[in-house]
């Protein structure tokens, strides 16, 4: 035998150890910062949504139908109100868009999936309109079905592009962080030691028990094998990206979802120093025109043009952002002065105006007075006449 062909000989069982497999953590990108921020700020408007109360009313009597017990009951066999509207809002927001269809049993279900074919001068058509596992076969006029879109070009754009960024940079701070804190060691054997097959998948068996107690079992007791060393290179105390830093990533990304939707960053912060405020200003730029897009669509597809002309109308009424008091006491400085009746104020406050001839007359308890100037045109010389 030559020379070359012992030295290969003698380091066969060095190739050999490369057959043993490397235990270790893969890092995936984490695409739930996504769905996180998009959860928490597209729910925050659907449960707010979900307490809407529907008002149908006639000649400004509040009236009680089918669509009165649709809107505000049970929708369908499956949905209370308050799941229905939730739903709704949160479609139409993810989506950017939403479809009801109201069936032949008079129930109002949310379309899974749909095909909408566009006309110039006739009203869309929705076909292939899906519902949980079921596709009808009929096709829906645009004046048939509730349709609402929510035109919110910037966080589409958002979703599909600085997301990517914000998701990448997030994968490698965690990745990062988790190297910096590893645990890495090596196994190490005498090379006379006999390699073969059967003997490394021994081997190999028994290392993985022990790193599997290792790494489950807070006490850990394992074999000293003659001619086999463990031994620890880091201990996972090296650092790296504290969780503070990596939260702020998922925060920074939450705040502009929401900046986007229209809601203030004190509200998702849970900032209490500026809630009152953060409220108004939810209520103004995102609830209270959400709400008139529901409401404008109600009244384009349940009440026809006579009966809206005659005083038939629904309205949305969301959830009081400002407290009792302060509306009654606005109220009542409306009716004191005239500008209101005793029924347009209790609408203003949540409630159902009564319709009796004494609370739709105006009254003034205040003594109100008016400044005239005298005619010698003298600075300061005025007279004053109660009204």
């Known amino acids: ?46 449960r707010t949504v979900a307490q809407s109360v529907f008002r149908i009313s006639e000649d400004g009597k509040r009236v009680y139908d089918d669509w009165d017990y649709l809107l505000n009951v049970r929708p369908n066999t499956d949905q209370s109100a308050a799941d229905f509207w939730q739903r709704f809002a949160y479609r139409a927001i993810f989506d ?12 109002l279900l949310i379309a899974d999936s749909f ?13 292939d309109v899906t519902v949980k596992d079921y ?19 910037k966080l589409d754009k958002f979703m599909k592009g600085m997301f990517e960024d914000y998701t990448e940079l997030f994968s490698r701070m965690i990745q990062t962080s988790m190297y910096s804190n590893q645990i890495r060691a090596l196994a190490g054997m005498e ?12 081997l190999q068996s028994f290392i993985d028990k022990m790193f599997n107690a290792f790494k489950t079992k807070a006490f850990a007791i394992v074999p000293k094998l003659k001619g086999f060393d463990y031994t620890e290179l880091t201990n996972g105390a090296n650092g790296g990206r504290s969780i503070e830093d990596i939260t702020k990533i998922s925060d920074k990304a939450v705040e502009h979802v929401a900046q986007l939707l229209g809601i203030p960053v004190a509200l ?3 900032d209490m120093s500026e ?33 809206y002309q005659n005083g038939r109308k629904i309205q949305v009424r969301g959830i009081t952002m400002e407290s009792p008091l302060d509306l009654l006491a606005k109220a009542d400085k409306g009716v004191a002065s005239g500008i209101i009746n005793p029924d347009e104020g209790r609408e203003m406050i949540g409630l159902e105006p009564t ?21 010698g045109g003298e600075k300061g010389n005025e007279s004053k006449t109660s009204v």
């Open 355 to 375: 319709g009796l001839p004494e609370m739709q007359a105006y009254y003034i308890t205040k003594n109100y007075e008016k400044a005239e100037h005298s005619k």
């Open 275 to 307: 809630y009152e405020t953060a409220l108004k200003a939810y209520d103004k730029f995102c609830y209270s025109p959400f709400l008139k897009k529901i409401s404008d669509e109600l009244n384009n597809k349940t009440i026809e043009k006579e009966d």
């Open 135 to 153: 596709t009808f076969k009929r096709t829906f006029n645009m004046d048939e079905v509730i349709h609402i879109t929510y035109n919110n070009e």
């Open 1 to 46: 035998m030559s020379f070359l062909s012992k030295v290969f000989q003698r380091n066969k069982s060095l190739d050999s150890s490369y057959d043993f497999n490397f235990d270790g953590i893969e890092i995936e990108q984490r695409a739930y910062l996504k769905s996180m921020a998009l959860e928490i700020c597209i729910g925050f408007i659907a």
């Open 268 to 270: 998702v912060r849970g």
């Open 115 to 127: 095909t909408r074919k566009e006309y110039a001068v006739l009203p869309d058509v929705f076909s």
């Open 96 to 107: 950017n868009e939403v479809l009801v269809i109201k069936t032949d049993s008079n129930d």
């Open 191 to 202: 090379s006379s030691q006999d390699l073969s097959p059967e003997k490394l998948a021994k």
